[in-house]
Each structure stands twice: as C-alpha cells, then as structure tokens.
C-alpha cells in the first residue's frame, strides 16, 4: 500500500549548520523511498545550496509531513505558518528545552517508518489569533501557538489592564503585564508567571498577570469558546504586544487586543517512548533533590 506521505519538507534551526549531516542523512532516506523533499530557505542555506528552496510560510501548504530539527523557537515559528490540520509535523528537539520538540534525534528514523506505515500516534494542538484594534478597525492580526503577551517597557510603572471576557468585565489588571495562552503556552511565559500547567490538548485558555500590584488577582482558565479582550488605561510609557516572544508591536493607549481560538490547529507526532507527565518530569526535574 502506497504511503499517504509523498512530500515532506524540512525546517531547520537558522545556523544549524554543524547538524547538516543529519540533514542530508535524512534528504538521503527519503529519496530512498522515493519521496520528494522541499527545503525552506534556512536550511538549504544549511547546505550550501538554496537552489530550489521555498519561504518557510510557503513549505507547509505543499508538504504532507514537515520534519523539524531545531528547538521550541524554530517550532514556534513554524507553527504560525501551518494553519492547516493536513500536515503533520515531527519535531526532532536539536534545541535546549523542548517542551514541544519531544523528538530526539536517536529516535527520528524509526518515528520516521511509523509516520509512513500509517501508525504514528498524533495530536491536536489550539492556537489562537490576536487582533489589535485600532480606531475601531483591526490595525494589525497575529496567530499564536504559545501566548499572547502586553507588557510595560523597561523603565515603565504598572500598567493598568482592563480584561473583559466575552465583553462581560472581569476586573483591572495592575500589574507589569498580562499574558492570555494556549494549554501549550501554559508552559512558557505563563509558567514563569506562576500559572498552572494544563493538559495541551485541554479546551481552554489561560489569562495570566505578571507581577501582579495586587496579590489576589491569579492566573483565570476560561473556556475557548469565549473572546479574551484587553484594554489599556491612559499610559504615558511604552507598552508593548508580544506574540510567542518573536514578533509584535508597540501598543497606543486607545487599543484593544482581542484574543479567541484560531480555526487553525496544528499536528505534531507523539513519541512512541514517552507522555506529557514524562516531559515535564524530565524538563521541570520533578521528584529530584
């Protein structure tokens, strides 16, 4: 039986260039088995030859299964340009943390076999979308796999945020900032920020205060179904939207973010050795002295 996967893309970490034998190791597998390989631009530069390579926004769309060798922040970058529950994507963690590359590199080619023999294990994961309105019109729109995150410049006071959920008001945020997350990003910024852990594939969102002025106010779990909106109070420093700590944009007193769940969701392969529980095990050090 012909394998669903006819054409697989490969996204590498920008300046991986001492792992490009494992790249070429794998470009070498899978003319093999006689499957077309596309190269985004970073990693044909890997290579040496760009020739043939396409953007990284444009791989996903024409691919099956995309491969990815790097860390959390090349998957991040990914993941925004996916959009698509049509492709699958293996995360090889050539990174450091690897909440979401949970991959190793000894296990890449037998995941590999199962991905085309039709048996790999995957999973769903939200993202969500992010507009910014701007005189009652939509001056700028994100999608995010993590987080979506208002914060105070460096030399700025707390800020006041006023959150509403599904314009019903929740209250006035004082704090340094403001994070609304995924149950993936529950274990980037928003865990730093001291929220909880949720299941990534949890029907949920996650709306987090950095530094909170007043002690009471904690991280709030809201369903997916609801719209997460931000409002700015008169502010005289910068104040600024950052989406998955990569992009963004300098905020105006008189905007409002909107954050809901994105049509777009994104397929990762699950590891045949380990769970969730055991990544944040190993990742966290839980049960160590």
Known sequence: MQSPI???????????????????DLMAWFADRNIEV???HESAANLGDATGSIDRLDLPSQCDLVVL????????SLARAVGSENVIILPVNFGSLGFLTEITLEETFGMLDIILQGKARTQKRMMIEVAVVRAHICHASFRALNDAVVTKGTLARIIDIDVRIDRKFVATYKADGLIVSTPTGSTAYAL?????????????????????HTLTFRSLVVPDTVEVE???QAIKEPVYLTVDGQIGLELEPSDILRVRKSPATITIVESENKNFFDILRNKLKWGER
């Open 192 to 212: 730093s920020a001291g929220g909880p852990i949720l299941f990534p594939t949890l029907d949920a969102m996650l709306v987090t205060p950095i530094c909170s």
């Open 38 to 40: 596309l190269l985004d």
């Open 230 to 232: 931000l409002s700015l």
């Open 69 to 76: 060798l790097g860390g959390d922040g090349t998957f991040l």
């Open 6 to 24: 006819q054409r697989v893309g490969i996204v590498t970490k920008p300046q991986l260039g001492t792992h490009s034998k494992v790249l070429r």
